[in-house]
């Protein structure tokens, strides 16, 4: 496949990442029979005053983190696809590819988790998917290595973010945290095969910028 065709293949995977349901390859990493589920809304708000009760409360929290969550699997998806587009080996492609698959079921999974917690996914999430694609494609252009050491660099912080949203989820919400559980070790082990694949350390002034750039992202993500 030339590099014109693989354009049109990412630009196929980009538009349904964006606007079609995701499906995973794994079931949702959850036994709904065993874990509590957060009340539905209607149950939680006081008529009589029409306040929020403390469920609503933790279920907008949940769905604000999951909201974020799912925002970075859709940027993960973009700069995964973008890094394959351009990567120089066949084997650094595998290594995408294989990621950006385990991707597409976190995205699956956070969506899923969405929709059932009523919640909606972030409007951000076509510009999201812009930038990371862009950022993919710049540094798989820069060689292999580079790649790889963006990849490893990309899951260290994703794995630090998702233990932080474990510290935050409400503790009853044992459905996002046995996805955020599972995504967390998906995402370690993405960042170990990056390791295994020549990754090179990225400077840490890239660092502190790809650092600024999730913050602004999960921020925005949190609330649009
Ligand atoms: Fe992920
Ligand atoms: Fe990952």
């Given at each position: ?17 964006l606007f079609a ?58 700069l995964y696809q ?143």
């Open positions: 496949m030339n590099i014109f065709d693989r354009f049109i293949c990412e630009f196929d995977a980009g538009l349904r990442t349901p995701a499906y995973a390859e794994r079931p949702l990493p959850v036994d709904v029979a065993q874990h509590a589920v957060l009340p539905e809304p209607e149950t939680t708000t006081s008529e009589s005053t029409m306040k929020p009760m403390p469920d609503m409360l933790a279920r907008e929290e949940s769905i604000r983190l999951m909201r974020v969550n799912h925002a970075g699997e859709v940027s993960a998806q973009a973008g890094q394959a587009l351009v990567a120089k080996t066949l084997e650094t492609r595998a290594v995408l590819e294989h990621a950006a698959r385990e991707e597409r079921d976190h995205l699956a999974w956070c969506e899923s988790r969405l929709n059932e917690l009523g919640g909606t996914t972030s409007r951000l999430n076509p510009l999201f998917y812009a930038g990371s694609f862009a950022l993919g494609v710049a540094s798989g252009v820069l060689g292999d290595k580079w790649s790889m050491g963006f990849l490893v660099e990309t899951e260290r912080q994703v794995e630090a973010h998702l233990s932080d949203h474990l510290g935050r989820l409400p503790e009853d919400d044992h459905k996002s945290r046995r996805i955020l559980e599972t995504m967390r070790e998906d995402e370690i082990h993405h960042g170990q095969t990056g390791m295994e694949h020549g990754a090179a350390t990225l400077p840490r002034p890239i660092q502190s910028v790809m650092k600024v750039v999730s913050k602004l992202m999960t921020r925005s993500a949190y609330w649009v």
